[in-house]
């Protein structure tokens, strides 16, 4: 059997509008990794990942690949495993969002921590996104859902995305992953089972709106 024979049974003939979307992944870490790795080999080879991180030995509990480049850039390292991978090796705040060309990506996945990037991804592209709220703290993979940004419940973090979106008078819906579960600890500590859950979610939700686009 080839490499994508296995997914393709299960795609049928959506699987060309795998290989012909282009995606835009903002964050490489617990989630985003998972994510990445999920639609690559899923048959996604258009995609574009920034991030401006390296790994070091806190990342290796959860993100892919880390401990085999400690020290070494996320987005440079990931491309060693990803060939076809387009890199930005940048950090992602609101200015770098409000200058970004989101126009030519189908999809726009969200997998970073910063609230004002993210608000303002939010507000300049809602329509193409899916974003990921807090993975941390949690313990149980099956209360991560996905959801309309309002929606969504059971994280502070989410509620905090809310409530500044209300203020700024953003009322548009787009989708969100999430979890129900409250927060264990108060220290940001990580979950592989969690972590990785929210991105793999993340993929098979952008996978999902794929296949809907005519």
């Not at 979950?191 to 979610?201: D, E, K, P, R, Y």
Request: charged residues 35%; aromatic residues 10%; contains cysteine.
């Amino acid at each position: 059997m080839q490499k994508y024979d296995r997914i393709k049974l299960v795609l049928k003939d959506d699987f060309s509008k795998l290989e012909d979307a282009k995606i835009l992944l903002l964050g490489v870490g617990g989630v985003g990794s998972f994510c990445l790795d999920c639609l690559y080999r899923s048959g996604v080879k258009d995609i574009t990942i920034v991030d401006f991180d390296t790994y070091d030995k806190s990342n290796q509990n959860r993100q892919m690949w880390s401990e085999l480049h400690e020290g070494e850039t996320k987005v440079d390292a990931l491309k060693e495993h990803y060939p076809e991978l387009h890199v930005i090796n940048r950090r992602i705040d609101e200015a770098w969002v409000q200058e970004f060309d989101f126009e030519p990506y189908d999809l726009v996945l969200d997998a970073i921590d910063d609230r004002n990037a993210k608000l303002a991804i939010a507000q300049k592209c809602h329509k193409k996104l899916i974003s990921s709220f807090g993975s941390a703290k949690r313990l149980d993979p099956t209360k991560v859902q996905v959801g309309d940004i309002w929606k969504s419940y059971g994280d502070k973090f989410g509620a905090k995305i809310r409530y500044e979106l209300k203020k700024r008078g953003f009322n548009k819906k787009y989708k969100v992953i999430f979890s129900s579960e409250e927060a264990v600890i108060k220290e940001k500590g990580s979950f592989m089972g969690v972590t990785a859950t929210f991105g793999l979610t993340m993929c098979a939700e952008a996978i999902k709106k794929l296949r809907e686009e005519k």
